[in-house]
């Protein structure tokens, strides 16, 4: 993109969706990926912080999301 040097800030959903497509170097303050949508579990059940992470492991979401930030970033250049 013009010589210039891009980078993302943030692997969140956001910043994990844009590396998949983009292959920008993602820089992640937290020590794991995932923001704000994650989970955790205790005595055998898990809970959700933010959004259902249940959905990511979806192959159709995957697919979905790389075909969405290819238009976005075709659009931007
Ligand atoms: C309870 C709940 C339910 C939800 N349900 C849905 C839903 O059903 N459907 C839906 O589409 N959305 C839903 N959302 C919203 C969705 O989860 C968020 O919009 C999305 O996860 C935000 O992702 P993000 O990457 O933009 O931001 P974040 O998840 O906030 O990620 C930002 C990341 O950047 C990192 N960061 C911040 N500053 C720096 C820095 N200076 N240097 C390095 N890293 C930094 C943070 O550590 C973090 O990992 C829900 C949210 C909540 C809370």
Aim: aromatic share 12%.
């Amino acid at each position: 993109m013009g010589g210039k040097h891009f980078f993302i800030i943030g692997a969140g959903f956001t910043g994990l969706g844009a590396g998949l497509t983009s292959g920008f170097k993602i820089f992640e303050a937290s020590d794991k990926p995932g923001g704000i949508c994650a989970s955790y579990q205790k005595e055998g059940f898990r809970f959700e912080i933010g959004a259902d992470t249940g959905f990511l492991v979806e192959k159709n979401i995957v697919i979905y999301l790389r075909t969405s930030i290819k238009l976005i970033l075709s659009l931007l250049q």
